[in-house]
Every structure is written in structure tokens, then in C-alpha cells.
């Protein structure tokens, strides 16, 4: 048995796109298990650039299979979309697996998540727009539609028919809004419903049995840990379970049958959309960070928020999701920038603390305690742990002892081939 997870150790954009592509070649599947087209995974390959939002980014690899999996919440138009585009520039789909239980979200989702955050007016999120916070509303709420409904037309009439009315009642009343056409709803999802049917299958059963066979698999995480629904800077956070507990509810994979976590950070730290970030940097070195790191967001075009690496939160982030090993990426971005600094405690109310309070409030509160060190000059060319400027080995192994836990693998690039592994998380 060897699985292994990709996590984001941040808020998000960590790079974790890049390292399931990596790691894709010592697995069998890759399976995303929560969030949606919220997520922008970006793979540089020779040069080709690739934004995955829902097909695991392990697709553009012959020969391996990519579910998705329940705790996914789909749009299906943007899912056919991506596998057209993915077809379109040479890499078939046909080993794309869809769980029957994934959620779908519908036209009135992507609706209310805008007219939501309207109405939040100064408190919005900064939420993606997609429809990911009333998707996951209705999911839990028990009036969700499911893929199984979709790919079954008597069924998806009688459910939509049923829930609509429902959802018609609420955004007249609240948003004054016209109400939405169930018949019209009905006629382009069962168009959507109809292609994607060939894709689908008992998600946690096959898994199950491949599992049972020896395969390996890769779970693909969405977000990170501090965007997590119960374990991030909650309201500001996404609507899923992005951390490590995500991986068995999103999946119906058991957490007995996973073997390593690894939690994906950058060299520093960004975050899209609004809500607390204490080592948020506004001068010059930001700027710098996002012009070098092109901190655009993937999904929304949005400048990313840049700051120092937040080791608290690294550690904060081993500690919910377990991480066995760290992946570091952007490290490159830092090439030059002189001393670097790293957040190794919060000031909180004048009193010191190593560790991130839950209440919003007093994380809203808390300063960054940083110690520097000395930065490198350039990444270009380094291949291996010896030909790392030592600044870069002293990087590492600050983070680290910090953290208590082994850096696996070094990203100083984009591309696939500009990557350090030092351990190899499938090859034990
Ligand atoms: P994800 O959502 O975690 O997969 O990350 P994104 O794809 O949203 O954002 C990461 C961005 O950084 C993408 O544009 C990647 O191509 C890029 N990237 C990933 N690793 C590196 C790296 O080591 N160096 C540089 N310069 N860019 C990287
Ligand atoms: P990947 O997978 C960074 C942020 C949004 C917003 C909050 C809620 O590419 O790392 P949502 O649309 O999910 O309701 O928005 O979460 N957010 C992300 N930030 N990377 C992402 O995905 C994100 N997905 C959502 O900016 O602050
Ligand atoms: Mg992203």
C-alpha cells in the first residue's frame, strides 16, 4: 500500500498543481476530493502552460487514471470545457473517472454566490465567484443534485423540479430576484448530464478495489489549510474541507490507507481574497515578490496578497493535517531579495505565542515575530542538494527543524523539470 497526499500547506496557490504533475509518474490515480473550479492548478510543461480547475492535474501523464471524487462539487460545463481544451491540445480524457455522488453546482449556486457577496457589501469574502459556498449550502442542507441525477433524466426532472421551487421562493423574497426557469435549467444540464455519463462510475468502490490491487494513488488537494471550512480563518475561508481529514470524506478512502501527507508551501506566502494574513508585507519587497512570482491569481486574475513564509502556520498546518513531508516551491522568486525573513511567533495583545488562535478577532490581532536570515543569490541551475547555494540548504533546514518535519522536494521554476526531489514520497 503507498498513497500519498498533496496538501496545501497555505492559503492557497502553493504550487500544488506542480508537484501532483511531478509525482503523477510514481502513481497510478490522481484523485481530487473536494473543492471545484475554484481552484486553478497551473503545469508548465516544455514550456506549455495548462490551468487544471477540476480534472486532477495528473491527466497530461499516458496511462493513468484521474477521478473525481464526491467531495468535488462540479460544473459541469466547466468540466467539459477543460477535457475539450485538454483534447483540443493532443491529451485524451478517456481515463477521466467521475464519482456518481459528486455535486453539482447549478446555475442558481453561481448566481447567489455573487449575489451573496453583494450583499456582504464591506464584509465580502472575495469569494471566486463560482458557486462553491451554495453548492456545498445545498450539499449539506440535503437538497443538492448529484451526478447520479444528472445522467438520469426521470430523476434529475423530479429533483430539480422539487428544489428549484424552493430556491425560487428564497432569491424572490431576499434578492427580489426573477426566479429561475426550471425547464430551461432542465433542457442544458441533461445535455450535460448525457455527455459526462460514460465517466461515471461507484467512485469509493473502484478506488477501493484499486487499492486492493496495489495501485497508487495520489490524492489532489484543493485550497489550503488556512481556506480550510472548520480549520481556517473562518468566515474567510472556502465552503470544503481542504485539509488532510478532507482526503476520506471526499474520497471514501480510509484514512488507514494513506501513508504520507505532504503539505505544499512557498518560500513566502500569498493569499487571494480578504481576511487576516499577519506576515502580509505592503512595501516594495511585496511588490517584488509579486512581479518576480507573477502573483495573479489563476482562476480570477486577482493580484495575490504576498508576504514573509508564516512558520506558525506551516507548523499550525502540520499539526491538522499531519504532514510527513514539506514541499517548497517558488524558491526561485526569492533569487537576490537579500535577508529573508520568517515569522517564528505572534505577538498577540502584547503577550507572545507560537501557535494560531481560532478565534478571528485575536488571529486578526496577532503581529509577526520574524528572525532573518541570510538570503541566496541565484537558484538557476541547481540540480541537486550540491549544487544549492548553502543560503538555500540553511533555508531548509531552518523550516525544518521549525516544523519538525523533512522537506521532500524543492520547486525553482515553474516547469516540471525545474524541481529538486530530494525523497520521493512513493518511494519510501
Ligand atoms: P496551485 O493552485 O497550488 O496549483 O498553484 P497555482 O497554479 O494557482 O499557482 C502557482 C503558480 O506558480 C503557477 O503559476 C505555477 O506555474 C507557478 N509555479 C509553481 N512552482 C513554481 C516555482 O518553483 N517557481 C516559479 N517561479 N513558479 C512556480
Ligand atoms: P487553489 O486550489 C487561492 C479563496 C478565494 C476566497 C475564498 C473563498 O488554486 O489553491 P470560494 O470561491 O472558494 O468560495 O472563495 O477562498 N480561494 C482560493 N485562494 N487558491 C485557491 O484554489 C482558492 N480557492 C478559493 O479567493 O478568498
Ligand atoms: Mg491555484
Known amino acids: 500500500m503507498n498513497n500519498v497526499a498533496i496538501i496545501g500547506a497555505q492559503w492557497g496557490d502553493e504550487g500544488k498543481g506542480k508537484i501532483v504533475d511531478l509525482l503523477t509518474d510514481s502513481a497510478d490515480i490522481v484523485v481530487r476530493f473536494q473543492g471545484g473550479s475554484n481552484a486553478g492548478h497551473t503545469l508548465v510543461v516544455n514550456g506549455e502552460k495548462f490551468i487544471f480547475k477540476l480534472i486532477p492535474s495528473g491527466m497530461l501523464h499516458k496511462n493513468k487514471i484521474c477521478l473525481i471524487g464526491p467531495g468535488v462539487v462540479i460544473d459541469p460545463k466547466g468540466l467539459l470545457d477543460e477535457m475539450a481544451n485538454l483534447e483540443k ?101 441533461s445535455v450535460y448530464g448525457e455527455k459526462i455519463k460514460k465517466y461515471v462510475v461507484e467512485g469509493p468502490l473502484f478506488l477501493n478495489n484499486e487499492i486492493n490491487k496495489n495501485k497508487k494513488l495520489l490524492f489532489e488537494g484543493a485550497q489550503g489549510t488556512m481556506l480550510d471550512v472548520d480549520h481556517g480563518t473562518y468566515p474567510f475561508v472556502t465552503s470544503s474541507n481542504t485539509t488532510a481529514g478532507g482526503i476520506c470524506t471526499g474520497s471514501g478512502v480510509a484514512p488507514t490507507k494513506i501513508n504520507e501527507i505532504i503539505g505544499v508551501s512557498k518560500a513566502y506566502t500569498t493569499r487571494v481574497g480578504e481576511g487576516p494574513f499577519p506576515t502580509e508585507l505592503f512595501d516594495e519587497t511585496g511588490n517584488k515578490i509579486r512581479s518576480v512570482g507573477a502573483e495573479f491569481g489563476s482562476v480570477t486574475g486577482r493580484p495575490r496578497r504576498c508576504g514573509w513564509l508564516d512558520l506558525v502556520a506551516l507548523k499550525y498546518s ?26 517564528t511567533s505572534y505577538s498577540l495583545d502584547g503577550k507572545k505565542i507560537d501557535y494560531v488562535p481560532s478565534n478571528l478577532p485575536e488571529f486578526e490581532r496577532c503581529k509577526p515575530n520574524f528572525e532573518e536570515i541570510e538570503g ?38 515553474a516547469d516540471r523539470e525545474q524541481t529538486i526531489v530530494f525523497k520521493n514520497p512513493f518511494k519510501g
Open 376 to 413: 541566496w543569490k541565484t537558484l538557476t541551475g541547481a540540480k541537486d542538494t550540491q549544487s544549492l547555494p548553502k543560503e538555500m540548504k540553511n533555508y531548509i533546514k531552518y523550516i525544518e527543524s521549525y516544523t519538525g518535519v523533512k522537506v521532500y522536494i524543492l520547486s525553482i521554476g
Open 318 to 343: 502540520v499539526m491538522i493535517n499531519g504532514l510527513t513531508g514539506i514541499a517548497i516551491t517558488k524558491a526561485d522568486v526569492l533569487d537576490g531579495i537579500g535577508k529573508i525573513k520568517l515569522a
Open 89 to 189: 491540445h493532443g491529451y485524451p480524457v478517456d481515463s477521466l473517472k467521475i464519482s456518481g455522488t459528486t455535486h453539482v453546482i447549478m446555475p442558481y449556486h453561481r448566481e447567489m454566490d455573487v449575489l451573496l457577496e453583494q450583499k456582504r457589501g464591506a464584509k465580502k469574502i472575495g469569494t471566486t465567484g463560482r458557486g462553491i459556498g451554495p453548492a456545498y449550502e445545498s450539499k449539506i442542507g440535503r437538497r443538492g443534485i448529484r451526478v447520479w441525477d444528472l445522467i438520469n433524466p426521470e430523476q434529475f426532472k423530479q429533483k430539480l423540479m422539487d428544489i428549484v421551487i424552493d430556491v425560487n421562493d428564497y432569491v424572490k423574497s431576499v434578492f427580489n430576484h426573477k426566479g429561475f426557469d426550471i425547464d430551461k435549467i432542465y433542457d442544458e444540464y
